[in-house]
């Protein structure tokens, strides 16, 4: 179950790759939406730890366009639930993530993100 | 304060095989927490991590602990066995963990530097020589649960010498050691990177003399 929330985290790590290495491009996805409990609160504590924009392309990506194109300095109740069902109700349980620099794929198998790489493309 | 130990009945002998079988360097890890367990809700912390989360035992009791959904758990395994028992195990919990197949921090690191506020670390702390270490860590199965090459310690140096890099101001460490580690040296050494190091919990399982260092940025 890789939640929006969690990709958002997520980036190329191949040796070398540090250009485009971040958002991940999803394809071939498998979506399933589970219904998490709201706390508004917390998805509050959670803005500053966000990459708008990857998230507002991501969710895009993924066919939903509730998100605004620049994060809002107010936040209304209804834009902080839009945001809520984005990051924690938007499951990616089979498909791939790509890496917009280098190419690099990484599959989403049984809602794992295989993000291990062969001993030749680790880098540090 | 006192909470239950999270439900691990799912996990079968088969999954034993090949995921570690929390024992007694696991429920000190779930002693400490509950020992600081005023302090972690108190800093409302936002983003958490715990490394090698094996049955995913720790994770969730952490995620109980500070009400699901009320910060991101992101755990990291590089066995995929762990990965999928990590869900399983929060699943029987009622909490929805976010397992990550890869080696310690690797995909994560970039985004999350200085953004850690909990990070949790149960590591490979048997000492064992450096090709055990190295056989197991390729072989990414059970054996890289304990493997730690010389004095326990090759992993958990990753780790801790990136560590003024992960936490947040607000953030904490908690890793379980035993003596061969050597945990007095590791006090020293975190304390000559500007961070503050306590042993808050000791105890002979067995052979083993175990603890639990915490490891902040700040005074506590």
């Known amino acids: 179950m890789v939640r929006l929330i969690t990709h958002n985290m997520l980036a190329c790590h191949v ?24 706390n508004l609160e917390f998805i509050q504590r959670f803005l500053p730890k966000l990459d708008w924009t990857a998230l507002v392309d991501t969710a ?8 605004p194109e620049n994060m809002p300095e107010e936040w209304s109740e209804d834009q902080l ?16 993530m790509t890496c917009r620099g280098c190419g690099h794929v990484y599959p989403i198998s049984n809602g794992i993100p295989n993000m291990l790489l062969a001993e030749h493309e680790v880098g540090r | 304060m006192s909470l239950p130990t999270p439900y691990i009945a799912h996990l079968t002998e088969d999954d034993y095989e090949h995921v570690y079988e929390p024992a007694e360097d696991s429920f000190i890890l779930l002693d400490a927490l ?9 800093k409302k912390p936002t983003i958490c991590v715990e490394i090698g989360s094996g049955s995913g035992i720790a994770s969730t009791f952490l995620s109980n602990l500070l009400g699901t959904d009320n910060s991101l758990i992101i755990s990291t395994d590089i066995n995929v066995h ?6 399983r195990t929060g699943e029987a919990n009622n909490t929805t963990l976010n397992p990550i197949l890869c080696n310690l921090l690797s995909p994560i690191q970039n985004r999350l530097e200085r953004q850690i506020d909990i990070l949790l670390f149960n590591p490979p702390y ?23 090459g010389n004095d326990g310690m090759i992993v958990t140096n990753i780790v801790l010498d990136r560590l003024p890099d992960l936490l947040s101001t607000n953030g904490i460490m908690y890793l379980v050691t035993v003596i061969q580690n050597k945990p007095l040296q590791i006090i020293k050494n975190m304390e000559s990177k500007g961070l503050i190091c306590k042993e ?14 915490r490891i902040s940025r700040n005074t506590i």
């Open chain 2, 82 to 87: 762990a990965c999928q028992a990590t869900i």
């Open chain 1, 15 to 38: 040796k070398n790759c540090t250009k485009d290495n971040f958002p991940l491009s999803f394809s071939e996805v498998e979506l399933v939406i589970r219904p998490a409990p709201e």
């Open chain 1, 81 to 96: 639930k839009a945001l809520h069902h984005v990051l924690m109700e938007m499951h990616v349980e089979e498909g791939n």
């Open chain 2, 34 to 42: 509950e020992l600081d367990a005023d302090l972690l809700t108190s």
């Open chain 2, 126 to 148: 048997v000492p064992t020589d450096l090709d055990e270490l190295i056989q197991t860590q390729i072989g990414k199965d059970i054996g890289g649960s304990w493997a730690g």
């Open chain 1, 60 to 67: 895009r990506s993924l066919g939903d366009e509730t998100l």
């Open chain 2, 200 to 213: 808050i919990i000791k105890r002979r399982a067995g052979r083993e003399l175990l603890s639990v260092l």
